[in-house]
């Protein structure tokens, strides 16, 4: 990602420069402008970033200055790869899943239970 010139400096919204110079105000505060710069005057404080749904609660350290507060609020949910999506629903391991596969899987599910 190109990275934005130096004489124009890191953006800020101007919500959050007001805010700058008055630390007590600023913690435990809602900020929806993701792509707005966190500022080394924001050290310490906690704040809750919105990720499109709720808000993620995040407290400002050292290591996050310089970069965007949306890069703290992840946007979607993490799914390991092979868990199911919907309830109790089994996992089809391989390139056939088509319907057929799923009644495959179904019916070979029926007849374990009944052997077991």
């Known amino acids: 990602m190109p990275r934005r010139s130096l004489w124009k400096g890191s ?3 101007a919500f959050l420069m007001g805010l700058k110079n008055r630390k007590d105000q600023l913690s435990n505060k809602k900020i929806w402008s993701r792509r707005s710069s966190v500022l080394p005057e924001f050290l310490n404080t906690t704040v ?3 990720n499109g749904r709720n808000f993620i609660r995040c407290k400002i350290t050292e290591d996050k200055v310089g970069h965007k507060f949306g890069e703290f609020a992840l946007t979607r949910k993490r799914r390991p790869w092979g868990t199911p999506k919907g309830k109790n629903r089994p996992t089809i391991v391989g ?3 088509g ?3 799923r009644r495959n899987l179904m019916l070979m599910m029926a007849k374990k239970e009944r052997f077991d």
């Open 11 to 13: 953006f800020v919204d």
């Open 48 to 50: 809750r970033i919105y």
């Open 95 to 97: 390139r056939h899943t």
């Open 99 to 101: 319907v057929a596969a």
